[in-house]
């Protein structure tokens, strides 16, 4: 009889495993059918390697240190932190759904029934006591996979919360690392500023002593020196946009106000990798939104599976035993005090108002709106690359004709004194020269910086690491 049970027990748990393999299904990814390119002369390269952390792709090691304390710092990172800490707790709880419940109940109690009641006329005895100590066990076999299909689902959501916090980590190393370069161009234009207001200085000077001797009118005089005030107009301005940016970078690390270090200027080669090589279609899932909105899809189809056992019988094992007396004095007297109960319960769904299936039918929508979630996110990130790499070579074009003009107005400026010493230039052209040598540095500045900041676009809009 006993091995009788024990193949009975062995053939139902093998027959629900292989069921198991049928009401639910793995998932698997849609297809995406990535472009074969970006839209523009940067082609998708075949490998599919991973972004390079900030580490490897910034060259800068002041931007570097300043990036590794805002992932230290940060208030906004630290707190989600804590939340996917928390988070962490009750995704633990859910991966040992598969192992029964075990408790330990110890309860004791006294009742005392009226004399003048039904039982107490005829008990000999109105006071009765209990003494309860016992294992309690409740055990849920797993036939159809739901469990299995519960622990997907808790995984895909921790995850995909998860991917809030690397969003966020991603967002800050680009704020951070276009705020430190805007403050290296702050600093520039404040070098330039001040070596032109230093000119224009000169130039005044120069003026007023041809003035004194005739050689030059007054209105030379009041002209330069109201483009010398308007020069210098600028200087304090950029000043408290740098000391601005400097408590900006400041907060994002985590600190009060103070200085940033940097190096003097604003010069050599500020990223590590070169995108002209192609970059891998691949690289696409490693955004976090898309990552995200796979991780929702995958909790969406362990949904279904969930929906679906729910049309198949459910089998619930309980026992109990311990030690279980009427007097305290005879409480632990063993074996006399020692009692057992065991149950299996089969419930198969019959007639519940379409609950069932309606869940189910929720649950399959529900999944065919997060494919095409997911498929948008998707589309959304070709999008945003594409538009980063195209803005990049539009901008190298700009930089070229904008360097050009610096490069002529640097020459135009040295001539244009040499000419006026020599007296075969006037006042005016000298002025005309020294603002447009201001623009262009000016220009030259504001273009860089938007180069570098398509840079950091494009690692942005690729999902960081």
């Known amino acids: 009889m006993k091995t009788l049970i024990k193949y009975s027990i062995a053939i139902v748990l093998v027959a629900g495993v292989l069921q198991s393999c049928k009401v639910t299904k793995d998932y698997a990814r849609p297809e995406l059918r990535l472009p074969a390119s970006f839209g523009n002369s940067i082609s998708v390269a075949d490998s599919v390697a991973e972004l390079p952390a900030y580490q490897q792709f910034f060259s800068d090691v002041y931007l570097i240190r300043l990036l590794d304390q805002v992932m230290e710092n940060n208030p906004d990172l630290l707190v989600a932190s804590e939340q996917m800490v928390a988070s962490e707790a009750s995704l633990k709880s859910v991966k040992l759904n598969y192992l029964p419940d075990i408790n330990l109940q110890i309860n004791s109690g006294a009742q005392r029934i009226s004399k003048n009641s039904m039982v107490g006329s005829f008990a000999g005895n109105l006071l009765f006591e209990e003494y309860n100590l016992a294992t309690a066990v409740s055990w849920d076999i797993d036939f159809w996979g739901r469990l299995k299909r519960q622990r997907e689902e808790a995984l895909a959501n921790y995850l995909s919360r998860a991917e809030n916090r690397r969003a966020?980590?991603?967002?800050?190393?680009?704020?951070?690392?276009?705020?430190?370069?805007?403050?290296?161009?702050?600093?520039e234009q404040l070098r330039i500023t001040q070596a032109v207001e230093k000119t224009m200085t000169e130039t005044l000077g120069?003026?007023?002593?041809?003035?004194?001797?005739?050689?030059?009118?007054?209105?030379?005089?009041?002209?330069?020196?109201?483009?010398?005030?308007?020069?210098?107009a600028l200087i304090p301005e950029i000043k408290a946009s740098i000391?601005?940016?400097?408590?900006?970078?400041?907060?994002?690390?985590?600190?009060?106000?103070?200085?940033?270090?940097?190096?003097?200027?604003?010069?050599?080669?500020?990223?590590?990798?070169?995108?002209?090589?192609?970059?891998?279609?691949?690289?696409?899932?490693?955004?976090?939104?898309?990552?995200?909105?796979?991780?929702l899809l995958q909790a969406a189809n362990a949904r279904i599976g969930i929906a679906k056992t729910a049309f198949y019988p459910g089998?619930?094992?309980?026992?109990?035993?311990?030690?279980?007396?009427?007097?305290?004095?005879?409480?632990?007297?063993?074996?006399?005090?020692?009692?057992?109960?065991?149950?299996?319960?089969?419930?198969?769904?019959?007639?519940?108002?379409?609950?069932?299936?309606?869940?189910?039918?929720?649950?399959?929508?529900?999944?065919?709106?997060?494919?095409?979630?997911?498929?948008?996110?998707v589309l959304v990130a070709v999008e945003e690359v594409s538009t980063s790499l195209a803005h990049i070579d539009q901008i190298k074009v700009q930089l070229a004709e904008v360097n050009n003009r610096k490069i002529?107005?640097?020459?135009?400026?040295?001539?244009?004194?040499?000419?006026?010493?020599?007296?075969?230039?006037?006042?005016?052209?000298?002025?005309?020269?020294?603002?447009?040598?201001?623009?262009?540095?000016?220009?030259?500045?504001?273009?860089?910086?938007?180069?570098i900041n398509a840079y950091i676009a494009t690692y942005k809009a690729l999902g960081g690491n």
Not at 206 to 222: E, F, N, R
Request: glycine share 8%; net charge positive.
């Open 168 to 187: 966020l980590r991603v967002q800050l190393v680009a704020l951070t690392a276009q705020a430190y370069y805007n403050l290296l161009g702050l600093d």
């Open 206 to 232: 120069l003026l007023k002593t041809q003035c004194s001797v005739g050689d030059a009118t007054s209105l030379a005089v009041q002209q330069s020196a109201a483009q010398l005030a308007e020069t210098r």
């Open 243 to 295: 000391q601005a940016q400097e408590n900006a970078l400041r907060t994002l690390s985590g600190n009060y106000p103070g200085n940033i270090q940097r190096p003097g200027a604003l010069q050599g080669r500020a990223f590590r990798i070169d995108i002209d090589a192609g970059i891998p279609a691949g690289l696409l899932a490693n955004r976090p939104d898309v990552k995200q909105q796979e991780l």
């Open 315 to 377: 089998l619930i094992v309980t026992g109990q035993g311990g030690l279980n007396a009427i007097k305290a004095s005879t409480w632990f007297s063993v074996p006399a005090s020692l009692f057992g109960t065991f149950s299996a319960g089969l419930t198969q769904p019959v007639f519940n108002r379409r609950n069932i299936k309606s869940a189910y039918e929720q649950a399959v929508h529900q999944k065919g709106a997060a494919v095409h979630e997911f498929r948008k996110s």
């Open 408 to 451: 002529a107005m640097e020459k135009a400026i040295a001539d244009a004194r040499m000419l006026y010493a020599a007296g075969e230039a006037n006042y005016l052209e000298v002025l005309d020269v020294q603002q447009r040598y201001l623009q262009a540095n000016l220009a030259f500045i504001t273009v860089t910086q938007k180069e």
